[in-house]
């Protein structure tokens, strides 16, 4: 089976910097591109940013210049800076994978962090 864990959430002030890891374990062969999005109440879940495997990245409008999104094997972070109070939301992880050589591949979801930021 395949998880994915998400920590690093937590209460921040406005400003502050969190740093959010989410790491892929189970039955993994490969992992293409893993995400960060975030959802808040009564609204779609959106895009925050992604990173292929091949290391090119995608952002949000609102995350360019303050969110960097990495990955390091199986896991992927995302590191929050200046963060504002509209950056309040739960954040999810999401990771397309293939579980074995002979299958295809599929998406997988985290089950989110809380970020909240104080103003």
């Known amino acids: 089976q395949v998880q994915l864990v998400e920590s690093g959430g937590g209460l921040v002030q406005a400003g502050g910097s969190l740093r959010l890891s989410c790491e892929a374990s189970g039955s993994i062969y490969s992992i293409g591109v893993m995400r960060w999005y975030r959802q808040v109440p009564e609204k779609q879940r959106e895009l925050v940013a992604g990173v292929t495997s091949d290391g090119s990245t995608n952002y949000a409008d609102s995350a360019k210049g303050r969110f960097t999104i990495s990955r390091d094997k199986n896991t992927v972070y995302l590191q929050m800076n200046s963060l504002k109070p509209e950056d309040t939301a739960v954040y999810y992880c999401?990771?397309?994978?293939?579980?074995?050589?002979?299958?295809?591949?599929?998406?997988?979801w985290g089950q989110g962090t809380r970020v909240t930021v104080a103003s």
């Open positions: 999401y990771a397309g994978l293939r579980p074995s050589l002979a299958g295809g591949g599929y998406g997988y």
